[in-house]
């Protein structure tokens, strides 16, 4: 039987056209017209004023914090349940992350915690994680955040195409970031974008993005800088992409409607809620096993899915449990914990087909015995 991926990059033939053009341009260089219209292209698509192309979500992040000014010493706020990028950028710039746990009710940074946080301490800048396609609380987290003078850096990696009371994912906070990796809802196979409303910033970024070339005639530098534009044949894909961004979100959630249908009958079982206000992309369709009601782990349920070939993956293993963080301060930890213990990411792909999607519901209902 065919291997049924996670989140599958989803290419056809409008993005080898859009390939084919670039290249056929000449333009094989980490900047050009690709580039420069897929900024704009994005920029509108958030409501932003600014896009900045990058090599990657994390070097998006990265940007993002030099460009609000956290530096050595400094603390960070961070979700706990998250991608390990998100935290390391906190790391590269010589920061400490501290870890905030998940609000039960919508896995994303829990907004009391955050405010418990605040008041404890003094913070350079907070990184809430659009988990899985639905933005994080900001009606509550940059109200918080105003109000003790934080940078607000939304890790808008996962949610690109979500909106929060008609928001869109990556329109939050001072800056935001996206990533287009192979797994995410638009691909460069490899890319990433930095978004702000603020000119200098994106100036700045740009600046940042290409070794930090000071305006002269030889190659003079002031500052450290880094390689990390987008390439412009990337661009030209990201665009093909991004004009097919709604069609995603309306497949992905109808994939999490048929998982609901399929699945959500069974005792023990319980989908990712998704918050009031909140239009996720449901970017993956995860859910949790109870094992004190299901009997079953989910790393038993994952195992069997594994054997019929298909790839589940456990939620991620939240930040405050990762080894590498293990000396980092925490705020909560049981929500992201208990997440992780029982959280099961399903193929989730904007070309999973009906049949394989079928196959993935009869292997979950024989392994809980229905
Ligand atoms: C929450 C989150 N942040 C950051 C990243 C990093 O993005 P990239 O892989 O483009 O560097 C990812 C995904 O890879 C992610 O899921």
Redo the contacts with the bound molecule.
Sequence with gaps: MDRVYLSPPDVGEADRDALNRAFDSGWIAPLGPEVDAFEVELAEKIGRSNAVALS??????HLGLLLEGVGAGDKVLVSSL??S??AN?ISYVGAEPVFIDSDAETWNMDPSLLNEALKSGSYAACMP???YGQCADYSQIEAACREHGVALIE?A??ALGATLHGRPAGSFGDVA?????G??IITTS???ALLTDDEDAAAEARFLATQARDPAPHYQHSRIGYNYRLSNLLAALGRSQLSDLDRRVEVRRRINATYRDGLGDLDGIEFMPEAEGSHSTFWLTVLTVDPSVTGVHREELRTVLEEQNIEARPA?KPMHLQPVFAECESFGGETSSRLFDQGLCLPSGSNLSASDQQRVIDVIRATLGN
Excluded at 56 to 61: I, P
Excluded at 177 to 181: H, P, R
């Design positions: 990657s979500g994390t070097a998006a992040l998250t991608f990028a998100t950028a994680v659009d988990i890790d990696a996962e970031a996206l990533s287009f990796n797994n995410k490899g890319g990433g991620w």
